[in-house]
């Protein structure tokens, strides 16, 4: 009986390990695309600024 118990918790172990890095790295492919997104917006405003207000 112990075996099998431990073979369970060594698979939950696991799974829970995938899921954690699974969640970190769709964290931080969110975060790298939004940051992504507000440079390119950023960008676009300050190239919409100096095009409007020449100096």
């Known amino acids: 009986m112990k ?3 431990r073979k369970v ?3 939950g ?3 829970s ?3 954690v890095e ?3 790295a769709a964290s931080f492919h969110v975060l790298t695309h939004a ?3 507000y440079m390119v917006r950023k960008k ?3 190239d919409l600024n100096t095009r409007q207000s020449p100096r």
Do not use: M
Request: proline fraction near 0%; avoid cysteine.
């Open 17 to 19: 390990h995938l899921f």
């Open 22 to 24: 699974g969640f970190t």
């Open 44 to 46: 676009r405003a300050t």
């Open 35 to 37: 940051a992504v997104l």
């Open 3 to 5: 075996r099998i118990e």
């Open 9 to 11: 918790h060594e698979v």
């Open 13 to 15: 172990a696991v799974r």
